[in-house]
């Protein structure tokens, strides 16, 4: 039975048994949840098409948040991806772009999201691997394997670290979910289990004091746009990784330092909408504008 | 915790620990109550809860899990208006609860007899959660696991007569997480067993009829 207590732990036992990690962590949680690996496997793959629809749900026009503060960002950047044949960043990095916003504007309109590992960081893992398997070919088996390790990986960052934005800030959410997302970017390109540790540990590194500052508290502004850059770290730290750049500090190392940091944050920059983007002029003022007053 | 805390839930958005958390602490309290609907709710919300929990719909998400619905059930944006239909009427307090987790709500129910209970627990994250009090009592238990929660009388032996029933009667059922809290030496106490495999509901029956018992529940993983 694996502790997920370390990051190390998980790389260390897949490479002794010469597994992916995925596969490592399928058969471990099986018999943890006494279920058949099938079963959870099946589970699994339907978080996936839950992903996927959130993807195609969050791409309709006239999608708007409760709030009617946001709204269309993934139509538009699909739009654009699409006219534009790619603009500055691709063809494969603008539609992953996009899907990445319509995963997390789905989520502020109240529609149906799979939290990875929260809500407000949903659009992160699903703009990567949707991408892969859509626009890439990555066969949906690979695909679904690979979020075992990225929960994995969650697990352990949630019991030495955590996830959750009151918390820990923004490096909490989005930080978590890119690593996570860089490490299963990683072992579907056919990357080591260590490869996929250091993915992890570039991507947190790049978000580490990264605020929770959500105006008038609503998971909109700046959410549904941070899952853009968490989906452009886990990209870039998952090349990084599988390029050999490794990183310099371990990856558990930088998970102690995610709390620590996430510690020292002050509370009106943990979810509490006193400080950041929240308090600036234009943020009291769309706060205002929601709840009048 | 299992992996899929981290991937999931499945939910309606837009806050894993604002609005599916939310809806978990109030399946708690629909537990508490058997599934019946109250006449009276009050809910206390304290830190980032009493904040901002009009845009993250807390009030709709607490007040559907207390109706009973799941966190991805698409009735939670409604359900401010269903509970207006259903006759119950709720209050939302916002008051800072010292000492508790920033996401805290604490929810007192009246049914139609007249009875009452409570419960607070905090959002921890996730859509985790985790019950700081039944009743005013303290317990400590996240949901995860099948939690069989026993009121009884402080008196010798309440222990070993329900550990010693799961002994002999549900030989099979394995105990992960034990809890003892009491009002005071020969009063109210509780008792939070936490389980891992899912006991039938006969278990229940045969604790509530074991002396000094008041009342048992189980809730089932949330
Ligand atoms: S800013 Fe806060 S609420 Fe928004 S995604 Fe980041 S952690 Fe979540």
């Known amino acids: ?293 | 915790m299992n992996v899929f805390d981290i991937i999931g839930p499945v939910m309606i958005g837009p806050s894993s620990s604002h609005t599916a958390g939310a809806v978990r602490i109030g399946r708690v309290v629909n537990k508490l109550m058997d599934g019946q609907t109250p006449e009276k709710l009050e809910i206390v919300l304290s830190g980032s809860f009493a904040q901002t929990y009009r845009g993250h719909g807390t009030d709709r998400a607490l007040l559907a899990g207390i109706m009973g619905f799941r966190s991805d059930s698409a009735e939670i944006r409604d359900a401010l208006e269903i509970a207006k239909e259903r006759g119950i009427s709720y209050e939302f307090i916002k008051r800072d609860i010292p000492g508790a987790h920033p996401n805290t709500a604490r929810i007192t129910y009246t049914l139609a007899d007249g009875s009452t209970g409570s419960a607070q627990a905090a959002s921890v994250g996730g859509g985790n959660i985790r019950v700081d009090l039944i009743n005013g009592m303290k317990v400590d238990f996240s949901g995860e696991s099948n939690t069989l929660l026993v009121m009884h009388l402080d008196r010798p032996g309440v222990i070993a007569a329900v550990t010693t029933l799961m002994r002999w009667e549900y030989a099979d059922l394995n105990i992960c997480n034990f809890h003892l809290s009491r009002e005071q030496r020969g009063g109210n106490a509780i008792m939070t067993i936490e389980i891992d495999n899912m006991p039938p509901e006969t278990l229940i029956e045969d604790v509530r009829k074991l002396d000094h018992v008041t009342n048992a529940m189980l809730i089932r993983r949330l």
């Not at chain 1, 800030?169 to 990683?186: D, K, N, P, R, T």
Request: aromatic share 4%.
């Open chain 1, 1 to 293: 039975m694996l502790k997920y207590q370390s990051i190390q732990e998980l790389v260390s036992a897949a490479e002794e048994r010469g597994l992916k990690i995925s596969e490592l962590v399928m058969l471990d949680q099986a018999e943890a949840m006494e279920q058949t690996p099938e079963e959870i496997y099946e589970r699994m793959r339907r978080s996936f098409e839950v992903m996927r629809e959130s993807v195609a749900e969050g791409q309709k026009k006239d999608l708007r948040s409760m709030s009617g503060l946001t709204g269309g960002e993934g139509y538009l950047m699909k739009q654009y991806a699409e006219s534009t044949n790619g603009g500055l960043c691709g063809d494969f990095l603008s539609k992953a772009i996009a899907r990445a916003l319509a995963v997390a504007g789905c989520n502020a309109a109240m529609g149906r999201i799979v939290a990875a590992p929260t809500a407000g960081s949903c659009g992160i893992l699903p703009g990567c691997l949707v991408s892969l398997h859509e626009d890439r070919g990555i066969p949906e088996r690979d695909i679904v394997m690979s979020i075992f390790t990225a929960g994995a990986f969650g697990m352990v960052i949630a019991a030495n670290s955590s996830i959750a934005g009151a918390q820990g800030g923004c490096q909490a959410e989005c930080g978590s979910a890119a690593g996570m997302a860089a490490a299963s970017l990683v072992e579907v390109m056919g990357g080591t289990p260590s490869q996929c540790g250091d993915a992890c540990a570039i991507a947190i590194a790049n978000q580490l004091g990264l605020v929770c500052d959500p105006v008038a508290g609503l998971v909109e502004i700046p959410c549904i746009k941070r899952n853009v850059s968490g989906l452009m770290i886990a990209f870039s730290s998952a090349d990084l990784a599988l390029a050999g750049v490794g990183p310099k500090i371990p990856v558990d190392e930088c998970v102690d330092a995610m709390r620590e940091v996430g510690n020292a944050l002050p509370a009106a920059l943990k979810e509490t909408a006193g400080g950041g983007l929240a308090t600036t002029p234009t943020g009291v003022k769309l706060r205002k504008q929601v709840f009048g007053k």
